[in-house]
């Protein structure tokens, strides 16, 4: 187990993977998402156990496929012990049995591997922004207890919570697009509309999914990668503009 202990007020996230060279690969992404921090990296679920107890982390991103363990076994020995961090799992395992453990054990997030960073950033995002709203809840209806359970009621605006480096000017102007897109709109389409980079579009639109104000579609080709596709959260639901999947 590696460890850090510099004091801030951060996402405290502990890194479970047995392959060291991932690993680092993982640590690296948490490190460029605010407010988020790793505090330790655990390669085996012994060692995540260990980590856990002595380093509290507030989240875990854990690995299934562990030399000692499966690793969805190591959720209940952490509660048993008392402790309530969330656990994010990222994984290659696609069996749907091993999803539907993983539900069943509370995960808040479910990443398949390989995955780019636009992946795990805007998980990322989305757990600090429910984590955020979790804390911050008083609950006095029935209302209350559902934006709990689903996040939100009502998509919230992503323009209030804007991580460092976004303007307002440029996510009010994606918003505005994005809104009024008679479907739904891949990056490249944003950008040619709004005059901003592709890179940037996509940043923006990310950010607006993980606030939960904006809805992802894959559509797939016949190369290359599925093309993520964004509709603001609300539109009726209708065929998608007709195009070829660019990878």
């Not at 605010?34 to 854990?62: S, W, Y």
């Not at 091993?98 to 636009?118: I, M, N, Q």
């Not at 998509?155 to 009024?180: D, Y």
């Not at 016949?222 to 503009?241: A, D, H, S, V």
């Amino acid at each position: 187990m590696i460890a850090t202990t510099d004091p801030t007020d951060t996402i405290d996230v502990l890194v479970v993977d047995d392959d060291f060279m991932v690993a680092r690969v993982h640590r690296t992404f948490v490190e460029r998402v605010e407010p988020f921090r790793v505090v330790g990296v655990a390669h085996t679920g012994e060692e995540a156990a260990r980590a856990v107890d002595e380093l509290h982390p507030d989240l875990v991103l854990l690995d299934l496929y562990l030399p000692d363990v499966f690793g969805l076994d190591v959720i209940p020995r952490l509660r048993t012990a008392g402790h309530d961090c969330d656990v994010m799992v990222i994984s290659a395992a696609r069996e749907a049995d091993t999803v539907r453990g993983a539900v069943r054990h509370g995960v808040v997030d479910y990443l398949l591997k390989p995955f780019e960073f636009d992946d795990l950033r805007a998980r990322l995002e989305r757990y600090a922004v429910q984590r955020g709203r979790l804390l911050a809840t008083v609950v006095r209806s029935q209302a209350d207890v559902d934006r709990v359970l689903a996040g939100a009621a009502v998509p919230a605006s992503g323009l209030s919570t804007l991580p460092k480096g976004m303007s307002v000017e440029t996510a009010a102007l994606i918003e505005r697009t994005l809104r009024a897109a008679d479907g739904t709109l891949s990056a490249a389409e944003c950008a040619t509309l709004t005059g901003v980079s592709r890179v940037s579009a996509r940043r923006y639109l990310e950010h607006f999914h993980a606030v939960g104000s904006a809805d992802v579609s894959l559509r797939y080709g016949t190369t290359g990668r599925p093309e993520r596709r964004y509709r603001y959260r609300g539109q009726p639901t209708g065929l998608q503009p007709s195009g070829e999947a660019r990878a």
